[in-house]
């Protein structure tokens, strides 16, 4: 799983949602399992049901791939098996290059299609616009007339906002901003802004932070740039997921003892992405960690 899966899925299944909204037409969701039968060995991104029983499949895709409406239909037909019915299916696609792939399958006596859907084609000043910080964020994927600004006004909305919602955020920000290129600039210009010092306290974003201002500092200094670009991707995808998916716990199972925090910061990289992918499947906290065994 990659970290905006998670960042993204964050920000869908959260309450207020505009870009929820906008894609589905229902503010909210009640979420499922989204686990289909073995034999298909594939797991939706999102799967809910709107208060009038109409369900809802929702993937998140950062890169064209030439059979993706097969793996789309194997989703449909997956759920439809499992749960007796068959669901609305929207793709919703956050990558870089321009989109190329199709949105339906046609053959001999069969023909199946699903909703495509591009950022960049929804309505950025109106995610920009919205109270939800979630949305705030999904809208540096949208088709912008100046970025920069956009990023500007983001920060300023996270600074704006309750602690914990500032930290997720800023954490979603740094991830999501990376299929964008501009994680760096975030950085930057987060550590501009005196109204966000607080945040220097965190210990997810503090060296992040901190990390940004000694770049702008030694700007000149090539080593100390390339050096910077690793460390801080590195840093930051560990760091942002570990943060995005403490805040998919509470709001799966309550308040996080301190003791499983602990004991999330101190899982391995892939051991971290393992968890995440459990994350909305998990009956119990302990069902995200990895056996003794190591399975």
Known sequence: MHEYDVALKSILMRPGSA???TLTGSSSLRWLNVELPKVNNRRMDLFGEADDGLRYGIELQARNEKKFPFRM????????????????????YVGEAPL?????VEGPSVSYRFDLVDIRDLDGEQLLASPNLGDNVVAILTRLSNRRDAVKRILKRIAAGKPGERDRAMAELLIVAGLRRLTGEV?????KMPILNDIM?????????????????????????????????VEGRVQGQLEILQGLLEKRFGRVPPATRKRLAGLKPDQLKAASLRVLDAKRIEDLFPRKNGH
């Open 187 to 191: 950085r930057r210009e987060a550590a």
């Open 100 to 104: 190329r792939m199709r949105n339906y």
């Open 73 to 92: 239909g194997s989703y449909l037909f997956g759920a439809g098996e499992r749960y007796g019915q068959l669901h609305r299916q929207i793709a919703l």
């Open 19 to 21: 870009l929820l909204t």
């Open 201 to 233: 306290d965190n210990e997810v974003f503090g060296p992040l932070i901190r990390k940004g201002r000694a770049e702008g500092r030694a700007e000149g200094r090539l080593e100390g740039r390339v050096e910077g670009r690793v460390e801080g991707r």
